[in-house]
């Protein structure tokens, strides 16, 4: 709420420091009481990427290696892998940005 209601300084009109944040928040386990590794959560508030904001996307069985080269586009850096190779075939991924 705070980030929404600050002003960008140097920003333009009605922008705030929110439009130009990126916060990541994620869980490490899908379900807490069996430790899954499958459907985890990621949530990520702010336009500081580019990428459009108020929405629910489901990608379904995709590795979160494509998230994290997504966010690495965000800041431009234009990678072609995030971490293992073989779960980045795909590349960054789809509908996230404007």
Request: aromatic share 8%.
């Amino acid at each position: 709420k705070r980030l929404a209601e600050t002003p960008e300084p140097g920003g333009g009109a009605g922008e705030t420091l929110l439009d130009n944040t990126t916060i990541i928040w994620t869980n490490e386990l899908g379900q807490g009481n069996s430790h899954t590794l499958e459907n985890i959560p990621f949530v990520v508030v702010g336009g500081g990427l580019g990428w459009q904001m108020g929405r629910s996307l489901q990608y379904g069985k995709v590795p979160h290696n494509r998230l994290l080269m997504s966010i690495a586009h965000g800041f431009g850096h234009k990678v072609t892998k995030f971490g293992n190779p073989d779960f980045c075939g795909d590349g960054p991924l789809p509908r996230l940005t404007v």
